[in-house]
């Protein structure tokens, strides 16, 4: 004849916690019944006598500890197999109290769940062996008292802790967001400024561009039409070049000057180059940081003075130099200097004349732009020299 299956009653105020173990058990053959909390479990045990008892610890109504001791004080239910199963009642103290409640096994959560059913299969082959002893409680009732008092304070002090523990956590997490949504709303701040800021810089560039072009149209007479868009590609490419950087590098307000008349002076001696000549470029740059608004009008300004040089300075020679220097200092501002050795400028060239259309530009721009002062020496070649007021650079040390 088979013998009826196991009954097991599962005790735990958590669902989660009871779906695992019910699917564990029914999954080898036993009958499970269900309980949230200690109050309940004993009714049902009560009334349906269960081959074994696997209870939580922690439970709201009655705990576990009340619950072994109900269950180990009835004479119908004395005998009854009892398993603690518990994540929270770590300390020594509870293990040797449930003990003295006469559990028969204080298991540690997690276990996995081949060594769980394991325990299980062996706790309860124990009680059918009538050779074996069933364990008994071994704990007066004042005791039990004290014991389940101080356990419970244990407990509730440990809860506090981690509610402190917690609270501290959740403090520091409303600071960080905080700091994030600070960060964020700088963001949004900064992004539709910079929106502001490309617009405006747009519109600006846009505005140069139209008085090359009318400056341009008004003095360019008889120059080819092929010269002209090359002067004005010049010009219009040294100004994309400052925001090309910009985009580069790490801020949006400012470049580096030597990186700037390196990447300009190099792209300028390609386009103008020509095959039978021998070109030299020579830089010597401090690691400056130039704004953008200073930035575009100097790359015009060094754009004119070195394609004058390109175009004018060798012609009927082989090889040529340019050399170019900048450096900032503390009383007198940025210095440029550009300097070819070629052929000068025809003595009927008057240096203090607007008629040529690049000197006009190098004057207007430096004089009304960047509020500095530039002078000519026509000697060995021609040298432009700029003296530049240093309020304009974003220089925090010299």
Do not use: W
């Not at 341009?216 to 100004?239: L, T």
């Amino acid at each position: 004849m088979k013998k009826p299956a196991k009954k097991v009653l599962l005790v735990d105020d958590k669902a989660e916690n009871l779906y695992l173990l019910k699917s564990l058990l029914s999954g080898n053959g036993f009958v499970v019944e269900q309980a949230l909390n200690g109050e309940e479990a004993l009714k049902i045990a009560r009334e349906k006598h269960p081959d074994m008892i696997v209870s939580d610890i922690l439970m709201p109504v009655m705990d576990g500890f009340a619950l072994c001791h109900e269950v180990k004080t009835d004479e119908s239910l004395k005998d009854t197999p009892f398993v603690f199963y518990t994540a929270s009642y770590l300390d020594q103290r509870d293990k040797e109290l449930a003990l003295n409640l006469g559990v028969d096994r204080y298991i540690i959560k997690p276990q996995e769940p081949e060594d769980l059913l394991q325990v299980f299969q062996e706790v309860m082959s124990q009680h059918d062996d009538d050779t074996k002893k069933i364990a008994q409680p071994t704990i007066l009732e004042t005791d039990y008292l004290k014991e389940h008092n101080e356990s419970l304070i244990r407990m509730l002090e440990k809860k506090l802790e981690q509610l402190d523990l917690s609270k501290r956590v959740l403090e520091e997490e409303i600071v960080v967001r905080r700091e994030a949504e600070a960060k964020l709303q700088a963001s949004l701040k900064e992004k539709d400024v910079l929106l502001k800021e490309v617009y405006h810089r747009t519109k600006n560039n846009m505005q140069v561009i139209v008085g090359l072009l009318d400056l341009q149209a008004r003095k360019a007479g008889k120059v080819p039409a092929d010269v002209v868009f090359k002067e004005m590609s010049d010009r219009i490419y040294s100004m994309s070049m400052v925001h090309d950087l910009l985009y580069r590098s790490k801020s949006l307000y400012e470049i580096q000057l030597d990186r700037y008349l390196h990447d300009l002076s190099n792209r300028l001696l390609t386009v103008h180059n020509q095959p039978q000549q021998d070109i030299e470029l020579a830089l010597e740059v401090d690691h400056i940081p130039v704004n953008i608004q200073f930035a575009i009008p100097l790359g015009l300004v060094i754009t004119e003075m070195i394609s004058n040089s390109l175009k004018y300075a060798f012609k009927d020679r082989s090889r040529g130099r340019i050399t170019i220097t900048a450096h900032l200092k503390k009383d007198a501002g940025l210095l440029l200097s550009i300097a070819d050795d070629g052929v000068g400028l025809d003595e009927s060239v008057d240096l203090n004349s607007d008629n040529t259309l690049g000197l006009y530009i190098i004057r207007s721009i430096v004089e009304n732009q960047l509020f500095g002062a530039v002078d000519f020496t026509n000697e060995n070649g021609l040298t432009y020299d700029l003296t530049l007021p240093d309020l304009l650079l974003d220089v925090k040390t010299f």
